[in-house]
């Protein structure tokens, strides 16, 4: 089991999500983050940080999202982690 970030995450990137991770599982993609599943203890710290209400809990992803389970997995392993509060993108 794992928290899963969502559509609304999609050129937001404010990140206050990844400072509150005690594990540091949040990976950068081109557009948005990935939480990597192995890692997450499911803590739930992040929920509350993000403004758009992109991040669920496996069980809770909207149906419509559902295909962000798999991307997730997906994609954390092919990004890099991120740790650090960044600025957001311009257009954000
Ligand atoms: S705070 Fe929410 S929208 Fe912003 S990067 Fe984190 S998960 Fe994405
Ligand atoms: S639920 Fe906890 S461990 Fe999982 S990504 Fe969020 S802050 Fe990190």
């Known amino acids: 089991m794992a928290h899963i ?3 609304p995450c999609v050129g937001c990137r404010y990140t ?3 400072v509150v ?3 540091e599982c949040f ?3 081109a ?3 990935y939480i990597h599943p192995d ?3 499911d803590c739930e710290a992040c929920v509350a940080e993000c403004p758009v209400e992109a991040i669920f809990h496996e069980d809770n992803v909207p149906a419509d999202w559902k295909s962000f389970i798999e991307l997730n997995a997906e994609m954390a392993l092919k990004s890099k982690v991120i740790t ?3 600025k957001p993108l311009a257009d954000s």
Do not use: R, S
């Open 5 to 7: 970030v969502t559509q």
């Open 16 to 18: 206050d999500c990844v």
């Open 21 to 23: 991770c005690p594990v």
């Open 27 to 29: 990976y950068e993609g």
């Open 31 to 33: 557009d948005m983050l």
């Open 39 to 41: 890692e997450c203890i």
């Open 84 to 86: 650090e509060k960044k």
